[in-house]
C-alpha cells in the first residue's frame, strides 16, 4: 500500500510540476504575440516530452542529487516514508501556485521538502553544507546571473539587429524564437524528469528509463490542462515584450539549463526564465517589479512552507 501510494504521489506531483513549468518554456512566444496559446502549449509539450526521454541518457546525476543521498545517511534516505512526504509536500505546494498563477520552483519546493522530512527523522544530523552547497547556492545564484546575462544578451542582439540588420526578415526572428523557445522547453524536460523520478527509484518495479517515461506522460498532461494562470503571468504580467526580447530571454534561460544539466546542479529552470525575461524587460524600462516581487515573495516562501508541510506528513506517515 505504502509503496501503490509513493507511485501515485509522484505522478501527481509530475502533473503539478507540468501544470507549474510546462509553460515556461515557450512563454515568450505567447506573450510577443509570436503565436497563440493553443500553438504555444503545444510546442511546449511536444518539446518538453523529447526532453524528458533524453534525459535518461544524459542526466543521471541530477537523479542521485534528489535521491536524498550525501543529505541524510543512506539508511535514511531510502525510506519509503520520506519519499511520499516529499512527493505529496511538493506536488502540493506546486499545483496550489500554479492554479492560483505563481510560477515557483519545483526544485525549490523539493528542496524544502527534503529539508523538512529529514528534519523530523534524524534532526541536526541532516547534512546542511551538502544541502547549502548543492542545493541553495545554486538556487539563490541563477536569477541574479539570469538577470544581468538576459539584458546583456538582449542590448547585443538589439544592437547588431540597428547596425547590421541581423533579423530584419520577419519569419526568420519568429523561426528562430519557436527555436529557441523549444531549446528552452527541451532542456527543462532534461532538467526537471531526473528530479522527480529519483522519488520512485526505490520501487523496485521501477528502472530509471520506465520511471522517466512515466513522469514525462504526467507533466505532459499537467501542462496540457492547467497552464492558464502561469501563462498569463509569465507571458504578459512580468513585462511586456517583442520577438527580439523574448528569443534573447529564451537564449539565456536555454544556456543555463544546458549548463545545469550537464554539470549536474540543481538550478531552477523558473527562476532562470523569470529572470531572463524581468532582464530584457528592465532594458526595455517595460519590467512590472511589483509583479516581480510577488514572485519573489512566493520563491522565499515555498521553500518553509514545503519543508513544514513533509515534515507533517512524514510524522502522520510513521504514525
Known sequence: MLIISLFLATLFLAYSNGANDNFKGVATLFGSGTTSYQTAILWATITTFAGAIASIF????????????????????????????????????????????????????????????????????????????????????????????????????????????????????????????????????????????????????????????????????????????????????????NSIQGLSANIVTGFLAIAASYSGIPISSTHVAVSSIFGVGLIAKKANWHIFLQILISWIVSLPTAAITSGIAYRLLQS
Open 58 to 241: 544524459v542526466a543521471g546525476t541530477l537523479v542521485k542529487n534528489f535521491t536524498g543521498q550525501g543529505i541524510f545517511p543512506d539508511n535514511v534516505a531510502n525510506v519509503p516514508e520520506i519519499h511520499l512526504a516529499v512527493a505529496i509536500a511538493s506536488g502540493v505546494n506546486v499545483l496550489i501556485a500554479a492554479l492560483t498563477g505563481f510560477p515557483i520552483s519545483t526544485t525549490h519546493s523539493l528542496t524544502g521538502a527534503l529539508l523538512g522530512a529529514g528534519l523530523v527523522a534524524i534532526g541536526m544530523k541532516v547534512n546542511f553544507y551538502a544541502l547549502w552547497q548543492s542545493f541553495i547556492l545554486p538556487l539563490i545564484f541563477s536569477p541574479i546571473i539570469a538577470i544581468f546575462l538576459a539584458a546583456g544578451i538582449y542590448k547585443l542582439v538589439e544592437y547588431c539587429n540597428v547596425q547590421y540588420g541581423l533579423i530584419e526578415n520577419q519569419k526568420i526572428l519568429d523561426t528562430l524564437h519557436f527555436l529557441s523557445a523549444g531549446i528552452v522547453s527541451f532542456t527543462r524536460g532534461i532538467n526537471h524528469t531526473p528530479k522527480l523520478v529519483s522519488i520512485i527509484l526505490i520501487i523496485d518495479y521501477f528502472s530509471i528509463q520506465g520511471g522517466m517515461l512515466t513522469i514525462a506522460m504526467a507533466m505532459a498532461l499537467g501542462g496540457l490542462l492547467n497552464s492558464q494562470r502561469i501563462a498569463a503571468t509569465m507571458s504578459e504580467k512580468i513585462t511586456s515584450m
